[in-house]
Every structure is written in C-alpha cells, then in structure tokens.
C-alpha cells in the first residue's frame, strides 16, 4: 500500500505539469543582411507556475492597452491566450492524475479484498481438513487401542 501510495503521488507530480513553448526572435543587421534565428524552448510548467504567468499577461495587456500601443496589446493578448490554455491544460492534467490514482486505489482496495476473501476461505478449508484429519487420527488410535485390547484378553 505504501509503494501504491508513493506511485501515485509521482504520477501526481508528473502529470501536474504542462508543456509550453517560448519561441524568440532574433535579428542581426551584419553587411546589411537581416538574419532571423527563431529558437524554441520547451519547458515544464506546474499549475502554480502556468496561472503566475496568466496574471503576468492580464498585468501586460493592461499595462498596453493604457499606453494605447496596439501591437504591444496585440503581442500581449496572444501571451495572455498561450498562457490561459496553458494554464487550462495544467489543470486538466492534473485532474486527469487524480482520476487515475483514485481508480488505482480502488482496484488495489478490490484485489486486497478479493484477497482475503480467498484467505478466509483457504483458511476454512485448512481448519476443516485439520478437523477431518485429527477425526480419523482419532478413530485410528481408537480402532488400534481396540485391536491391542482384544489381542490381549485372547492371550
């Protein structure tokens, strides 16, 4: 049960986790060329961290939309999108964690009670193959008394 219980809460703490990607945009003006390098960057995120950065990006698009910098709250209504799904995603991993360490428990709950269901009847059986052995030990040991006692009045 220990072990079960250690398990799932691993299996909590890998799924309470949601995947997000950051990509950057680099430009370099080097002999007139324009070079961009976009790199992407894939992190974990827990719950906790993914709804931070929802009220980040809710802090951003407000901070935008009061300096009146349309491509700042265009910029910051597309962060606040990525970091709400995000964020939804978190927490339907986690629920889906749940779900499963529940259903878990409960089948270890049933295998354990089905176990000593057949405990219990293992151990009737014993105890009747013990009472049916001692019955006959003791029609043997009386059949022998018996047979020594009659062998001794026929001397």
Excluded at 70 to 79: F, H, S
Excluded at 144 to 153: D, G, M, R
Aim: proline share 0%; net charge positive; glycine share 2%.
């Amino acid at each position: 049960m220990k072990k079960l219980m250690i398990t799932a809460s691993a299996t909590i703490l890998l799924f309470s986790t949601s995947c997000t990607k950051q990509e950057k945009t680099v430009v370099t003006d080097n002999n007139n060329d324009t070079v961009a390098v976009v790199t992407s960057e894939t992190r974990t995120l827990t719950e906790t961290e993914a709804k931070a950065k929802v009220d980040k990006a809710k802090a951003d698009l407000d901070t935008a939309i009061k300096k009146g910098d349309k491509q700042a709250e265009t910029a910051a209504r597309k962060a606040l999108e990525d970091a709400n799904t995000a964020w939804n995603n978190a927490k339907i991993a986690i629920g889906n964690a749940a779900q499963d360490v529940k259903e878990s428990v409960d089948n270890a709950v049933d295998k354990t009670k089905v176990a000593a269901q057949d405990a219990k009847q293992d151990m009737k059986e014993a105890a009747n193959n013990a009472k049916d052995a001692t019955k006959k030990a003791t029609e043997d040991a009386k059949d022998a008394y018996n047979n020594t006692l009659e062998k001794a009045k026929a001397k």
